[in-house]
């Protein structure tokens, strides 16, 4: 497992990224002129998970070359650090929780649990079980007293949705180059 607590770009690359297993978690940045995933080149996501939680300023989802499902959700009002943010599927199920230790307004989530053509429900707040030190789990439990945000369909390989589920124009190449800038 890696876990990042970023000021700057959480996990940057002047090239690619390509993740084909383990824990990546990324808490950070918590300022527009970066993102939680930053690079140049491709982020080939094929499996393991990745919870990259940062500003939605400077935002970046996985390429569309991945072969994991990954959703980027980008939040109406920033989230307060602490807040659990769960995807359950429509049993009930969890499929993914992150606790950030930051302030953030940009989620991307991706688990072998996610899936292609299936609608998960997006909550925020309450209680998830086994929750480790570093905020994330994906045991397949349910979640307690959590708020519904909204129900997101996950449509394509990579998604980048908001917390209603609507298309957002966040994710892979419209994010930073390298430092945060503009491409």
Known sequence: MIAVDAEGDGVDSNGNITMKGG???INGP??????ALDY????VLSGGVLMAAGSSG????????????AVGITFDTPQAADTVISLTDQSGELLAAFRSAKTFQNLVISTPDLK?????VLASGGTVAGLTAFGNSTDETTVAEAAELG????????NNLS????????GAGMGGGPGG???
């Open 30 to 35: 918590t300022t527009g002129g970066n993102g």
């Open 58 to 69: 400077m935002a970046q989802n996985v390429s569309d070359t991945s072969t994991q499902t």
């Open 151 to 158: 129900q997101l369909t996950l449509s394509d390989t990579v």
């Open 163 to 170: 917390q209603s589920g609507a298309a957002v124009s966040s």
């Open 116 to 120: 292609q053509g299936e609608t998960v």
């Open 181 to 183: 800038g503009m491409r």
């Open 40 to 43: 140049n080149g491709s982020f």
């Open 23 to 25: 824990t990546l978690l």
